[in-house]
């Protein structure tokens, strides 16, 4: 029973130290924390091209042969401001999955706002068990409203309509900020410190 215990929790251990970027990436991986290198093949360009995320993005890839339940895995942009936290299924099983996490650049027009990031995926990220996206950032604007709030902004016919979200756990004290909300939907993510 030892022995058992023993490479479950040895098995769990590679898996979460490999999410995390740890050890080496000659083997395959239950996740990897990756640039992408294939940025032509944009989703949405071409219905027969893979799924690929944009070169300056972040991403992690899930797949259904390895992940373990109930592991928290974390996307950080370049900047370091903002954190993506999915948590896997209870039973284990996300599917082969690619999430990426970046800045658009450009901003799509007609979206104003002081902070911009961009989730992307492969598939359905209703599939986790949760996806979380914190942002941490200084300013010295003063914020209206305070707190400010993580929004997702959807663009439909050239329209943008900021929609709220389910609030996390959130620190504002000028000028250091900390926001967190439910990222369950693929597309723009932003926070107006003022409207």
Do not use: H, W
């Not at 058992?4 to 239950?30: E, P, Y």
């Not at 300056?56 to 370049?78: E, F």
């Not at 799509?108 to 950032?137: C, H, I, Q």
């Amino acid at each position: 029973m030892k022995n058992k215990l023993f490479v479950v929790s040895l098995m769990s251990s590679a898996v979460l130290l490999t999410a995390c970027g740890g050890g080496d990436s000659k083997g395959g991986s239950a996740a990897k924390d990756n640039r992408s290198a294939n940025s032509t093949a944009q989703a949405g360009t071409d219905p027969t091209a893979p799924f690929s995320c944009p070169s300056d993005y972040r991403k992690i890839t899930l797949s259904n042969n390895s992940v373990i339940a109930n592991v928290n895995l974390n996307i950080k942009s370049d900047d370091g401001i903002a954190t993506l936290t999915v948590k896997t299924p209870a039973d284990g099983k996300t599917g082969d999955l690619i999430i990426c996490l970046g800045k658009p650049d450009p901003v799509p027009a007609g979206v104003t706002a002081n902070y911009v990031y961009e989730v992307k995926s492969s598939g359905d990220l209703r599939a986790m068990a949760s996806s979380t996206l914190t942002l941490n950032f200084a300013s010295d604007v003063v914020s209206d409203p305070n707190p400010p709030v993580i929004e997702f902004a959807d663009i439909t016919n050239g329209r943008v309509t900021y929609k709220p979200l389910v609030q996390g756990a959130s620190f504002a004290e000028a000028p250091n900020y900390s926001l967190a909300a439910n990222a369950q939907d693929t597309g723009l993510y932003v926070v107006r410190l003022t409207k």
